[in-house]
């Protein structure tokens, strides 16, 4: 799409820290970051917003979020340990979808936020 940011990105017309990429899927670093990890995962096809999938896209967002636990383990924000005494780390991830959802950039994205807090992240 013309003027959409992260197709631009996605299309190497506008730079970003990128940390994965496939032929489908791209991962890069938020420019404005809430937290000390805060990482936008976004398909290569624009989609406008989470209300525009359907069953068809259950693969692509699938993909996404199954990318989720490894982005997380690379960045080491990924959860270590099994009890509650010893677990450590962790991250949230969150898909902002339209107006009252405070969504601002109209192109799907997953935003992965971690690390120790605080976080500024907005509500
Ligand atoms: P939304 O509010 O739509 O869920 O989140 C959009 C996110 O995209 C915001 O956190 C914002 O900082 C980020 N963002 C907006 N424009 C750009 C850009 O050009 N490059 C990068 N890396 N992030 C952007
Ligand atoms: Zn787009």
Redesign the pocket.
Known sequence: MENC?FCK?VNRR?P?DIVYENDRVLV?????PAAPVHL?VVPKIHIQTLSDCTGVHAGLLGEMMALIPSLADQQRIGVVGSTAETRVGGYRIII?TGPDG????YHL?I?LIGGPRPWKYKN
């Open positions: 940011p990105i506008l970003a890069f670093r938020d420019i404005h936008l902002n405070g969504q601002e950039v994205h935003h």
